[in-house]
C-alpha cells in the first residue's frame, strides 16, 4: 500500500523580534505629527531632502553607539561586488555623505530635515525597538553658537506645537568640551584613560535617575544595585578620588539659573582650554536664547547632559517630557528624553579632508508618539472608513459603481461593497467594522422612485444604544431616511458634517 502524500506544512504567519505592525489608527497619528513637525522646521528656513535606507558601511564608519560592539549594532549584508552595506542607523551620517558628496551645488550655510525609519540590531525589549523613526533638521556649514541655539528654540517650538505645554518640557543643554575638560581637569585625558573616561561620562548620565551619592560610588569603586554590598548587581566604577569624583560632580549639578551652573563650570575648569572654550559656547547660547524670549522653564544649561554618540564634538541638547503618567498596568511612568542632538564637526570632514561645522537636531518619533498617546494628547479612536455603497440587486452593480464615482469626485471617501452580495446583513455589518460613517442601499423600488436610502450609522449607534425593545427599534428605524439621487451627495455631506467626520 502506497504511503500518503504528506500534507505540506502550513508556513507560521510571526513577526521578528523588535519589529512592530502598524494599523490606521497609528498611521494617522504619525501623519499628523510629522506634518506638525514639519511645519514648524520649515518655518525655521529648512527644506527637505531624502536619502536611502542603506548606506556603505564604511560610510556609517566607527560613529556608532554601541561602542561595547563597534560595528555591530548595525544590519549589514555584503553586495554582490563584495562592498558592505548597512542600513542606517540614524538619519545623520547618511546626511554627512550627502552634503560631501553634493557639497559643491549646496547653498553653504546647508539646511535641511528629513523624517524616516532608523534600524538598529539590538536586542529589543519594552520600548526598544529595531526600526523606529526618527525627524531630524540639521544646518551644514555654520560654526557659529547661533545656530546651536537655534536648534534647542526650534525644540521647544516643536513639543508646543506638539501640545506639550510650556513647563512638561524642558531642552537642556551642554557641551563636550565641558565634560571634556573636567576629564581633563582630573587628569583622564590621553587614549589611556578612553575606558575610565566613558565609565565617568556613563556615571554622569546616571544623575537623572539616581541621587548624587549614588552617582559618587559609580565614580568611585561601584555601586550595587540594591544599596548595599551583595544586595543586587555590582556595576564597577570609575576609580576616582574623592576629590576628583567631587570636581566631576560639582560641575555637572543642577541649578536653576544658567549663569550660576555657567560661573561653577568656570570656575572649576579654570586651567582647561577646551573646558573654557566649552563654558563660552554654552554661555553665548544661553544669551541667545534668552535674547529671543526663551526663558529656563523652556531652555535650561544642565551640565549633565551627556549624549551616547561618540561623534558630538560641542554644544549638545536633550528634550526632555517631565510629565509623569501612569501605564496599562497602573505603574508610575516618566518618559525622560524623546529628542536630542548637538554639534559634529568632524562627520563631513572626513569625506572632505577640510573642516566642515555641522548641528543637528533629532525627534524620535515613535517614542514621542507613545508618550503622547499615553497623555492622551493623541487622538487614538479609530479612523472613520469610507461610506460604503451596498449591493442590493446584483445585476445593478454598474448603477451603484456610479454612485461610488460621484462620491468620490466629490471628495468623499467612499467604496462599493466587493464581497458577496447575497446578504444585506453582512454588508451592514461590514461597514460598522469599517468604521463606515453611513451606507447607501437602493432597491429596484427606490430605483423606481428616483431615490435612495441613506443609513447614518453613527446617529444609528447611538438610537440602538438608547431602546431596549428590539420592536421599538423596527418601528422607528432611526437614522435612516430616504433623499432623491440628485441629492446623493449633497445629503451625504450633510450627515458627515453632523457628525464632524473627516478623514487623515
Known sequence: MADKPKKPQKLKARLPRGLE????????????????????????????????????????????????????????????????????????????????????????????????????????????????????????????????????????????????????????????????????????????????????????????????????????????????????????????????????????????????????????LAKSEVGQAGVGELEEIANLVMASGYGSDRIRIDPSVVRGLEYYTGPVYEVELLLETKDEKGRPVRFGSVGGGGRYDGLVSRFRGEPVPATGFSIGVSRLQAALTLLGKLDTRPQFGPVVVTVFDRDRVADYQKMVAQLRSANIRAELYLGNPKNMGNQLKYADRRNSPCVIIQGSDEKTRGEVQIKDLIEGAKAAAAIASNQEWRETRPAQFSCAEADLVAKVREVLARHDVTWG
Not at 109 to 124: C, I, L, M, Q, T
Request: hydrophobic residues 35%; proline residues 6%.
Open 21 to 268: 505592525d502598524r494599523g490606521p489608527t497609528a498611521i494617522a497619528a504619525t501623519r499628523r505629527m510629522t506634518e506638525t513637525i514639519r511645519e514648524v522646521f520649515e518655518r525655521y528656513g529648512f527644506e527637505p531632502v531624502e536619502t536611502p535606507a542603506m548606506e556603505y558601511t564604511d560610510a556609517l564608519g566607527k560613529f556608532l553607539p554601541d561602542q561595547d560592539r563597534p560595528n555591530e549594532g548595525v544590519f549589514s549584508f555584503q553586495d554582490d561586488d563584495e562592498q558592505w552595506i548597512s542600513l542606517r542607523y540614524d538619519l545623520t551620517a547618511p546626511l554627512a555623505r550627502y552634503v560631501a558628496e553634493n557639497f559643491d551645488h549646496l547653498p553653504k550655510p546647508y539646511r535641511s530635515y528629513r523624517a524616516g525609519y532608523v534600524f538598529r540590531n539590538e536586542k529589543p525589549g519594552p520600548g526598544r525597538f529595531r526600526q523606529f523613526m526618527q525627524f531630524d533638521a540639521d544646518t551644514v556649514g555654520s560654526g557659529s553658537p547661533a545656530a546651536d541655539a537655534e536648534m534647542c528654540m526650534m525644540a521647544a517650538d516643536t513639543m508646543e506645537a506638539l501640545g506639550i505645554p510650556r513647563g512638561s518640557y524642558v531642552v537642556k543643554v551642554n557641551n563636550r568640551k565641558v565634560l571634556d575638560g573636567v576629564l581633563d581637569a582630573i587628569g583622564l585625558g590621553g587614549e589611556d584613560n578612553a575606558g575610565r573616561r566613558l565609565t565617568v561620562l556613563r556615571a554622569i548620565d546616571k544623575l537623572d535617575k539616581f541621587p548624587a551619592d549614588e552617582v559618587r560610588k559609580l565614580l568611585g569603586p561601584g555601586r550595587w544595585d540594591g544599596g548595599e554590598e551583595g544586595k543586587g548587581d555590582f556595576t564597577k566604577g570609575a576609580d576616582l578620588n574623592a576629590a576628583d569624583a567631587g570636581v566631576v560632580l560639582s560641575v555637572t549639578e543642577k541649578r536653576e539659573e544658567w549663569k550660576e551652573s555657567i560661573a561653577a563650570a568656570g570656575t572649576y
